[in-house]
Structures are given as structure tokens and as C-alpha cells.
């Protein structure tokens, strides 16, 4: 092949949000779309560290990825990289592409450097739905604000892009070598298994056979739903064919373009059939609910976790993801092997309810509050400051990787209750996941924990300037705090006093980085929290988040309906912030 140089000229809006560029597909595929953003990113990286590069291209496998990998194969050979790895049929889930940046070594023993992410994560996929890429670093981390503050401002002046021209389309369908010769000489393009390198790194985390010995249980079921992301091409290898679930257990595993089109979001909202199949909602009066649920979002770095119902009226034995991650931590080094010589620290985003400070503080743990967003995890660990880490967005993780991983997740709830039923397999009953989550919050204290999202968006025919206004109110209204309290006694006496109001600001431990504006925070007096922020990760409009937070502590007050802990915070919440008139909306698009 021969390298062209095609003219091109910027594009407004390709600045990355909380986790890459995301737009509509219709955007992506403009003339030059993809292509400026690719070439900015190899600017930004720098020519010098592209020739010879290996670099990993796959992702959820969403409509248009496949036609996204052969660009970005053709420009890559172009930039003078040496080898693409590509997963088959471009399906590797996000803590696979990290894993395989950080584990995987070539035929030739090579490593990769980097990688491109094609995904739009929790958001619909099809042709008229989104689509997305990223870029990750050597350590399989999402790249720095740094790099793509630097990607961004490439897109802001670009004026031409590389591709090989005579290079043919690669078959991404089959396993195997292709080699290709170029001006600088050799390049390849790997396409390998999807799951075997994330199917190793997995069994040398957790003791599998404890697990197999759980879910061969007869007292043991389990359901797991992959929204039709590519956690499927990952749940068959690892529930079914190492850990022996039944097929059965199987919900939605066959990854699709569009994700049946569904929305790939692992809520109580969007992952329907589990909700349905665990006997979740009232309409479906299940007999027989699974023991224990789970789902993924489409990209699978996402995990949702259920408990059995145990009777009518705990209709919805759902663990919140801030409850998830400081119970995994409470139990990693007893359940799981990887972290059976202590946890170096733990770690948690902003909005994240503040149940792993308490475990932290128990345990006399490192313990960190960072921006939202998986990047800022990653400074941590490879500083070895930080083991395990979560967000309350579905997001949980450690650092065997530099993703959050929804089947890690999953695995490492398995463990525990494998852990926590080592003796007792035999027994008359089961330790739940309900009991697991009980126990800690009679041990810890509870955090009701809520998170409203108002979707404020053009085709509703509401401005999403709404959200802006919204905002700009609150952090003027912080400025005064006797009057914030007056204006909550007004509505809910009974709510303690706010005591502090800021927007979050993070300066990076490790690289002395600064990052602002993170979120608008009421901090109470009774610990109680109320957090504002708009979504970074949307493809247009403007997504609005309200999170919720409340710390019970009395034993006897742990056992409440979440939402009715809540309701007057939510109040509060609601008509401190003035939403309905500033979002035209009476009710949120989706409460988790
Ligand atoms: C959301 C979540 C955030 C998460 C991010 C990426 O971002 O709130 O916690 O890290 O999505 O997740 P935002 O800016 O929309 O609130 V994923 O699974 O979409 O890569
Ligand atoms: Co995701």
C-alpha cells in the first residue's frame, strides 16, 4: 500500500466527554468524522510514538464499529503503526481491551501501546443511535484529560489525514495474521479470540473452583443478562463453560448491532427480562425467582446486582452499586485470592455514596474521592495506592485493570458468597445476597442512596439551556447559605441544616493535576449529601443528575424503603433546585 494525504478541514464538537466522543451515528459517519478524530488522536500522541506501535482496535461491536475498524486499521498502517490487534469480529469488551493492552504479548512478543475503544458504553446502538471511540493509554487506561484536552484542540485545527491507499479490507470474521507491506515497511493486523486473554487474567483473580462448587448448588441459581452487549461473548466462556451455570442462566448473550434494540443499561428500568425473570416487578409475581441476577451495559464494563425476592413485599432486592463496592471491599481479601495480601487502598467518584468511607475508616484503608469518570482511578493504581474502586453508576472494579469490569463484578459477588456459604452448602438455606447486604449495614450503617436523571433534550422540545440555568442557579445559590437554609425550613423542617456548598474540585495525588467544576455539592449536617452535575456522556441534549444521600446509622431504622427514607431530601432536592421550572419536567427519566 501507498500512504495518502487526504485535505481535510475541522469539525465542531469532537471534544471528548466523561469517557471518549459520542455522537449519533449520523454524525459519525459525515465525511471526515471519524477520520479527523483519528488523526487528531495520532497528533496528539505524536508521530515519533505511532511508527512501530502496536495498538488494539475492537469494541462492543455496535452498528458501524465494523466499518470504523477498517478506517482505523487504514490510517494506522498510514501514521507508520507496525500492528493492529483486533478482537474477532471487532468484539472486545472494555476490560478486555485493557486487559489485552496490559497482558496480552504478540506471536512475536510483542506488547501493545495503546488502544482504540469503539463504544458508545450504556447508549443505544443502530443506525439511529449512537455510536463512539476513545483512546487508551499503555496501562489500559482511558487517556488523561491531558491527552484529550490535546486530542480536542488537534480537532479544532486540523487540516489533513493520513490513510494507505491499496490496502485491502481485512476479514475481522476470521482468527489469524494478515501481513501487509507498506512504505515503512511490515504491517500486520492480528485478529484473535475475544475472550481467552480475559478468561485467564479472570481465573488467576478468583479461586474458580469455589465458585463452580457454588453454582453447581442445587440451593444456587443464577441469571445473568448481557442487554445483547458483548459481555455475551464473554458469559458462555466464563458462567457456563468454566463455572458450569446451565445455559439457561443465560439472558440476551448474543451480541447484536443494535442491542435488540434495547437500551443497553443495566437498571432496573432497561434490563427488563432479568427484572422480569427475577420476579421483580409486581406485575410478574415470579414463584421461582434465580437466588441471584446480574447484567452488563453494552460495552460490559457496567454490572447491575440482584438479590433474590424473599416475599411480596421486598419486591426489589436490588444492591446499590455505592453498597456494591464497599462490600466488596469489606470481603475481598477473605473471598478473593487476588487481594488475599491486603488491599493497598480504596477508591471512590464524587456522587458515589459514602458507604466504602466507612468501610475504609474500619479497615484502615487509603481512601480517595475522585471527579466522576474512570480515568482518575488510574493515576492510583499504577501508583499502587488504590485496590479497589467504584462509582454509583454501575461501575466497579480493581487494579488488574485500568476499566471499571462488570463480569469481574460479578465474579467477585460469586466470591463472596461462595465465601460466605463455604461451610453451608450442605445446609437447610443459603446465605442471600440479601443477607450479605444486611449484615453490612448493621455492621457499617446504611446509605439510602438515589440518583434522578431529567433527560433535557431538543427533541423533547424543552432547551437544553434548561440545564445550564439550573446549574448556574445552584452555584450562585451556594454563595449564601443562610438563605439555602432558610429556603429548605420552608419546605422540610425536618431536614437537618446545609453546613457546606461547593463545586467538587480533585487535585490529582499522584500527577498535582487540577480538575474543576466536578459537580455541585450540598453538604449537610446529618452527613446527608445532595449532588448536581451534568452528564458528560450523552450524544445530544443535555442529561441533568440529581444524587440523593442519606446515613442511617440506628439499627433499627436500616430496614426502609429507599425511596421513602428519602422522600424528604428528594424534596428538598427538587424544589431547592427549582427543576421543574427550570427542566419543564415533573418527574425524572429514569430514578436508580
Ligand atoms: C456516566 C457515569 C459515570 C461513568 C460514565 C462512563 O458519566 O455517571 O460514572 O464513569 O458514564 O460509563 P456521565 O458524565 O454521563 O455522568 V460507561 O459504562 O458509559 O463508559
Ligand atoms: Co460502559
Known amino acids: 500500500f501507498k500512504v495518502t494525504r487526504v485535505q481535510t478541514s475541522p469539525i465542531d464538537g469532537q471534544k471528548p466527554g466523561t469517557s471518549g466522543l459520542r455522537k449519533k451515528v449520523k454524525v459519525f459517519v459525515q465525511p471526515h468524522y471519524l477520520e479527523n478524530f483519528v488523526q487528531s488522536t495520532f497528533n496528539a500522541l505524536g508521530a515519533d510514538k505511532m511508527k512501530g ?16 475498524i477498517q478506517i482505523i486499521i487504514k490510517m494506522a498502517a498510514a501514521n507508520g503503526v507496525r500492528r493492529i490487534w483486533v478482537g474477532q469480529n471487532g468484539l472486545l469488551s472494555t476490560p478486555a481491551v485493557s486487559a489485552v493492552v496490559r497482558e496480552r504479548v504478540g506471536a512475536d512478543g510483542s506488547k501493545a501501546n495503546g488502544a482504540f475503544i469503539l463504544t458508545a458504553s450504556h447508549n443505544p446502538g443502530g443506525p439511529n443511535e449512537d455510536f463512539g471511540i476513545k483512546y487508551n493509554m499503555e496501562n489500559g487506561g482511558p487517556a488523561p484529560e491531558g491527552v484529550t484536552d490535546k486530542i480536542y484542540s488537534n480537532t479544532t485545527t486540523i487540516k489533513e489525514y493520513l490513510i494507505a491507499e491499496g490496502l485491502p479490507d481485512v476479514d475481522i470474521s476470521k482468527i489469524g495474521l494478515s501481513n501487509f507491506t507498506g512504505p515503512d515497511g511490515q504491517f500486520d493486523v492480528d485478529v484473535f479470540d475475544s475472550a481467552s486473554d480475559y478468561v485467564k487474567l479472570m481465573k488467576s483473580i478468583f479461586d474458580f ?69 427475577m420476579g421483580l416487578s409486581k406485575t410478574d409475581n415470579n414463584p ?37 463496592v464497599a462490600i466488596i471491599a469489606a470481603n475481598a481479601v477473605q473471598a478473593i485470592p487476588y487481594f488475599s495480601g491486603g488491599l493497598k487502598g480504596v ?4 456522587p458515589t455514596s459514602a458507604a466504602l468511607d ?34 454509583e453508576s454501575f461501575g466497579t472494579g480493581s487494579d488488574h485493570i485500568r476499566e471499571k469490569d462488570g463480569i469481574w463484578a ?32 448493621s455492621t457499617y450503617g446504611r446509605h439510602y442512596y438515589t440518583r434522578y436523571d431529567y433527560e433535557v433534550d431538543a427533541c423533547r422540545n424543552v ?8 446549574m448556574a442557579y445552584l452555584v450562585k445559590l451556594q454563595s449564601n447559605l443562610t438563605e439555602v437554609n432558610n429556603i429548605i425550613k420552608g419546605i422540610r423542617p425536618d431536614v437537618s441544616n446545609v453546613v457546606n456548598a461547593d463545586e467538587f474540585e480533585y487535585k490529582d495525588p499522584v500527577d498535582g493535576s487540577i480538575s474543576k467544576h466536578q459537580g455541585i455539592r450540598y453538604l449537610f449536617e446529618d452527613g446527608s449529601r445532595l449532588v448536581f452535575r451534568l452528564s458528560g456522556t450523552g450524544s445530544e441534549g443535555a442529561t441533568i443528575r440529581l444524587y440523593i444521600e442519606q446515613y442511617e446509622k440506628d439499627p433499627n431504622k436500616i430496614g426502609r424503603d ?10 428538598v432536592a427538587l424544589k431547592l433546585s427549582k427543576m421543574q421550572e427550570y427542566t419543564g419536567r415533573s418527574a425524572p427519566t429514569v430514578i436508580t
Open 463 to 470: 432547551d437544553a439551556g434548561g440545564a445550564k440555568e439550573l
Open 410 to 441: 460479578v465474579l467477585a459477588w460469586l466470591a463472596i458468597i461462595a465465601y460466605k456459604n463455604k461451610d453451608n452448602l450442605g445446609g437447610d438455606k443459603l446465605v442471600t445476597v440479601e443477607d450479605i447486604v444486611r449484615q453490612h449495614w
Open 53 to 68: 506501535a502496536t495498538l488494539v482496535v475492537s469494541g462492543d461491536g455496535r452498528y458501524y464499529s465494523k466499518d470504523a
Open 209 to 277: 473452583q469455589s465458585i463452580k462448587k457454588l453454582l453447581s448448588s442445587p440451593k444456587f441459581t443464577f441469571c445473568y443478562d448481557a442487554l445483547h452487549g458483548v459481555a455475551g461473548a464473554y458469559a458462555k466462556r466464563i458462567f457456563v463453560e468454566e463455572l458450569g451455570a446451565k445455559e439457561s442462566s443465560l439472558l440476551n448473550c448474543v451480541p447484536k448491532e443494535d442491542f435488540g434494540g434495547g437500551h443497553p443499561d443495566p437498571n432496573l428500568t432497561y434490563a427488563k427480562e432479568l427484572v422480569a425473570r
Open 358 to 391: 466507612v468501610v475504609a475508616k474500619h479497615l484502615n484503608l487509603k481512601f480517595f474521592e475522585v471527579p466522576t469518570g474512570w480515568k482518575f482511578f488510574g493515576n492510583l493504581m499504577d501508583d499502587g495506592q488504590c485496590s479497589v474502586c467504584g462509582e
Open 562 to 571: 429507599s425511596q421513602d427514607a428519602l422522600a424528604p431530601l428528594v424534596e
Open 347 to 350: 477508591a471512590r467518584s464524587m
Open 288 to 324: 421461582d425467582p434465580p437466588e441471584f441476577g446480574a447484567a452488563a451495559d453494552g460495552d460490559a464494563d457496567r454490572n447491575m446486582v440482584l438479590g433474590k425476592r424473599l416475599s411480596y413485599f421486598d419486591f426489589r432486592f436490588f444492591v446499590t452499586p455505592s453498597d456494591s
